[in-house]
């Protein structure tokens, strides 16, 4: 709630769009209170990277439980950025993952739907599968990326063969997330949604190049805007695009290319994920960053709460 973690869908925001109320300790060491409203406290509050002071209770916005049908297919890049805009208003979730190289893509929707559980056999199925091909076929095609880079793209292509399709139905936290065991260095970028097709085509065409060894998949999501000063997803509608490296395999030159890239895009960065920001940088991507230092300085007067690392992505 600090960072703006989100999941996907274009009508959902942020964890920290839940928070309807804050009760935070600041840098004078007082409990303060805020609801949230239309004020620049709530603005600054909604991700504060721990920059206000400790939270120490939140009150969220909760519905009633739900379950998800979900679907998993593969398709192809064309046919997936053709259809895109109108898919991501048609499901409550839609994730997409890429394979770089590839022209296949795993499409991820999900919908709400009555509460049901997922039945017993249905979940050693899907665990099964998750473990097996997500996770230990995916674990030793990466072993072998390690050993020889040069099989990135031959790898890349034979996981998107063997993209796990199917569909289940369960709880929504049964549903939603993902075990995710092979271990991986990870950038991220928000940009705006009416970018994601033709930065996908700019991606795209960067890989049939071969100038990367890439085989993991990247991630691909959306959110809807927000106003918090420091939300990535600020003023406009969102894609995320995430892209990981194989832990142990060299991710230098590549996340290199993709904050140039990003740049083009004003792609911002996720506060919690590898990141090449400076001051400069902030303060090109967050029109609000002084509103936000000018609140900061009434809550945080003597810096307790501003890190080396926080220093340096906040003062010019
Ligand atoms: C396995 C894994 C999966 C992930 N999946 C996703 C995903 O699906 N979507 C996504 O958006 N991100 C994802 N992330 C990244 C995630 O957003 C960051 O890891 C997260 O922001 C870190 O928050 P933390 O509280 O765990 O870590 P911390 O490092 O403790 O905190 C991160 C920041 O929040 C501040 N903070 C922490 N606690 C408080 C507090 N009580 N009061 C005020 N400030 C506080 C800290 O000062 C720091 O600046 C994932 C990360 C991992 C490791």
Request: glycine letters at 8%.
């Amino acid at each position: 709630m600090s960072t703006g973690t989100h999941g996907t869908g274009v009508t959902l925001g942020s964890l920290s769009s839940a928070v309807t109320k804050w009760g935070f300790v600041d840098g004078t060491g007082t409990y303060r209170e805020h609801m949230r409203g239309m004020d620049d406290l709530s603005e600054a509050l909604h991700v504060s990277l721990g920059m206000l002071g400790v939270l120490v209770k939140v009150t969220i916005k909760v519905i009633p439980l739900y379950s998800l049908h979900y679907v998993s297919t593969r398709d192809t890049l064309a046919n997936g950025l053709a259809i895109f805009a109108e898919d991501i208003r048609q499901h409550r979730h839609v994730e997409w993952f890429y394979f770089p190289g590839s022209e296949t893509i795993q499409v991820k929707r999900m919908n709400a739907i009555a509460p049901v559980y997922q039945s017993e056999w249905s979940k050693r199925i899907e665990t099964l599968k998750l473990q097996i091909v997500e996770n230990g076929a995916f674990f030793a095609m990466s072993e072998l990326c390690k050993w020889r880079p040069s099989f990135s793209g031959a790898m890349s292509k034979l996981a998107a063969a063997n993209v796990v399709e199917g569909e289940k139905m369960g709880i929504s936290y049964e549903i939603y997330p993902s075990p995710r065991s092979v271990k991986f260095q990870e950038s991220e970028y928000a940009i705006p949604l009416t970018q994601f097709e033709s930065c996908m085509e700019e991606i795209h065409s960067t890989f049939n190049s071969g100038i990367f060894n890439v085989h993991f998949p990247l991630e691909c999501r959306t959110t809807a805007g927000e106003a918090g000063f420091l939300s990535p997803t600020q003023g406009r509608e969102t894609a995320f695009i995430a892209f990981h490296m194989y832990k142990g395999m060299q991710e230098g030159p590549y996340f290199e290319w993709v904050h140039t890239m990003m740049k083009k895009y004003k792609g911002r960065p996720h506060w919690g994920k590898l990141n090449h920001l400076t001051a400069n940088y902030v303060y090109e991507l967050y029109p609000d960053v002084e509103k936000f230092l000018a609140i900061r300085s009434q809550c945080d007067p003597d810096n307790v709460f501003l890190t080396g690392y926080l220093r340096k992505l906040f003062t010019l």
